[in-house]
Nanobody, 117 residues
Framework: QVQLVESGGGLVQPGGSLRLSCEASGYTFASYAMRWYRQAPGKEREMVSFITASGAGTSHSDSVKGRFTISRDNAKNTLYLQMNSLKPEDTAVYYC??????????WGQGTQVTVSS
């Protein structure tokens, strides 16, 4: 079965960096685009970053553009999110997602990122 396991979250000071990872299994990782989402307390889940199946194309939300970088290693079945210049408003649970079809939409369990001094 499809499994997505995020890791790399934690507590970091404003201006700091973290790298999130998402290990995928149970499907052909290299065949599907991937996304990172986040959900802050009391807010709706929002998409942060997108990457094509090959990794050649990426996009980021305006709120993280220039600070976050999404990447993937198809040989390792792993998705990454490099987060630099972190701000308190980046505090959220971060999720990786693969959407194969409208009915085959999978999520990891999430990893908490807290940006605070």
């Amino acid at each position: 079965q499809v499994q997505l396991v995020e890791s790399g979250g934690g507590l970091v000071q404003p201006g700091g960096s973290l790298r999130l990872s998402c290990e995928a299994s149970g499907y052909t990782f290299a065949s599907y685009a991937m996304r990172w989402y986040r959900q802050a307390p009391g807010k709706e889940r929002e998409m942060v970053s997108f990457i094509t199946a090959s990794g050649a194309g990426t996009s980021h939300s305006d709120s993280v553009k220039g600070r976050f970088t999404i990447s993937r290693d198809n040989a390792k079945n792993t998705l990454y999110l490099q987060m630099n210049s972190l701000k308190p408003e980046d505090t959220a649970v971060y999720y990786c997602n693969v959407r194969m079809t409208s009915s085959r939409d999978y999520w990891g369990q999430g990893t908490q990122v807290t940006v605070s001094s």
